[in-house]
C-alpha cells in the first residue's frame, strides 16, 4: 500500500536532550525511530516522565530534536504548523470567549471570515454535541463540555494530523469514556492521523489502531503493538483483554525497572554527599 512507503509522520534517530539547572545532560528521548501512517491512530503511553510529551511536542514542532530527523509529509518539521493542531489537558480556551467566539477564534485566525467561518463554527460545535451552548462561556461548561469545544475548536480548521497530550486526563471516568467514543466518531467522518499521549493504558487500547510503550532515562520506545480489534470496541470482550494484559505486563516491566533505576540514583546521590532527591 502507498501508504507504508510514505508514512504521515516519521521519527528517525530522533533524539532530544536537555540541560537541567545543575548542568547534567538529560536524554528525554534517545534515538527513537517510528512511522505514522496517514488515518492511523497511534496512542503512546508509558509512565511519568518517560517522554510522551518531548515525542508529541517534537512532532508538533514545539520542540527542536538534537539528533535525527521529524518529518511530516516528507518534510522536516521545523515549526508548529496549522495543519497539525495540538490539544491539551488544560483546554486552552479563553475565558472571556463564548464558545462560538472560541472556536471562530481558530477559524478566523486562518483568514476564514464571517458567515463562512460562523457557518464552520456552528457545524463544529453541532459535531461535537454542543449547538445548543454556543453563547455560553468556558465558566458555564464542565469539564467534558470545555474539551468538546477545543476539539470543535481544532476540527473547525480540519487539519490532517491532531496531536493530543493526555486529553482526557482531568475528566470523570463517565465523560471520559463517552468523549472517547466521541473522539473515535469524528475520527471515522474524515482522514485525520492522531497521535494520543496518555497514561492510562486501557484507554490506550480502546482507541489505538498501534499502542507504543515508552520508558524512560532514556526515554524510549520499547513496545509497539498493533491493536488488531474491529470498531467499535468493547472492553467486556476476551480479544480486548488479550491486549489489555498483554500492555499491563509489559508496562509492569518497564515500572519495576525504571524503579529499581530511581533506587539506584538516589543510593548514588546519597554517596556522593547529596540529599538523594
Ligand atoms: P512525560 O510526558 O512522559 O511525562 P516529558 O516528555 O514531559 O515526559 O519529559 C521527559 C523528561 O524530560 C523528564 O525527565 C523531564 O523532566 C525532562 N524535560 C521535559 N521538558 C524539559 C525541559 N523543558 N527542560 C528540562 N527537562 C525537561
Ligand atoms: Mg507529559
Known sequence: MNNRRTPKISLVNAEKTYRSSSGETQ???????????????????????????????????????????????????????PDHIMLFQDYGLFPWKSALDNVLFGLKCRG??????????????????????????????????????????????????????????????FTKLHLQDELLELRKKRRLTVV?????????????????????????????????????????DDRFDHYRKQLFTAFDLVHRESSQMNRALVTESIQQGGSGI
Open 27 to 81: 536524554t528525554a528521548l534517545a534515538k527513537a525511530s517510528l512511522d505514522i501512517n496517514e488515518g492511523e491512530f497511534v496512542c503512546l503511553v508509558g509512565p511519568s516522565g518517560c517522554g510522551k510529551s518531548t515525542v508529541i511536542n517534537l512532532m508538533a514542532g514545539f520542540e527542536k530534536p538534537n539528533g535525527g530527523t521529524v518529518t511530516i509529509d516528507g518534510k522536516p518539521v521545523t515549526e508548529p504548523d
Open 112 to 173: 476564514i471570515r464571517d458567515q463562512e467561518a460562523k457557518q464552520k463554527a456552528l457545524a463544529a460545535l453541532d459535531s461535537v454535541g454542543l449547538a445548543t451552548y454556543a453563547q455560553r462561556h468556558p465558566h458555564e461548561l464542565s469539564g467534558g463540555m470545555k474539551q468538546r469545544v477545543s476539539l470543535a475548536r481544532a476540527l473547525a480548521v480540519e487539519p490532517s494530523v491532531l496531536f493530543m497530550d493526555e486529553p482526557f486526563a482531568a475528566l470523570d471516568a
Open 196 to 236: 494520543f499521549v496518555t497514561h492510562d493504558l486501557e484507554e490506550a487500547i480502546y482507541l489505538g489502531d498501534r499502542v507504543v510503550l515508552m520508558a524512560p532515562n532514556p526515554g524510549r520506545f520499547v513496545n509497539i503493538m498493533d491493536i488488531d480489534l474491529a470498531s467499535p470496541r468493547n472492553r467486556t
